[in-house]
């Protein structure tokens, strides 16, 4: 069983950052795909970016996010960040770490059985 927790969401202007955290546990780290996804009150879950823990492969983003937003992850802690850069109003959203043990290749949020609880990010 694979258990999440984000934290570092909060409240900051047009254009600014935020650093969000994801610590995973449960899994075997490398054999996790992290993504993170987020969701406005009312529309569908959106993934932004996933990558596979343990480094293989290239991180992928969404299309609403590249060049703005960083998927990283430091093995050694079972830790996987997004870092939000250029931070727009429509931007403003809960940010779910979400995992899937074996591939990596959707932002379905079907395709993810393990979740977090989500941190709020809001952009005025």
């Known amino acids: 069983h694979v258990q999440l927790v984000e934290s570092g969401g909060g409240s900051v202007h047009t254009g600014g950052s935020l650093r969000l955290s994801c610590a995973s546990s449960?899994?075997?780290?490398?054999?996790?795909?992290v993504g993170w996804f987020r969701q406005v009150l009312g529309k569908e879950r959106e993934g932004v970016a996933r990558?596979?823990?343990?480094?293989?492969?290239?991180?992928i983003y969404a299309d609403s996010v590249k060049g703005r937003f960083i998927i990283s992850q430091d093995n050694a802690k079972n830790m996987v960040y997004l870092q939000l850069n250029s931070l727009q109003p429509e931007d403003t959203a809960m940010y779910y770490c979400?995992?899937?043990?074996?591939?990596?290749?959707?932002?379905?949020?079907?395709?993810?059985?393990?979740w977090g609880q989500g941190t709020q990010v809001t952009v005025s």
């Open positions: 990558i596979w823990a343990g480094g293989i492969g290239t991180p």
């Open positions: 979400a995992a899937e043990v074996g591939y990596c290749t959707s932002f379905d949020p079907d395709r993810y059985r393990y």
């Open positions: 449960g899994a075997p780290y490398s054999s996790k795909c």
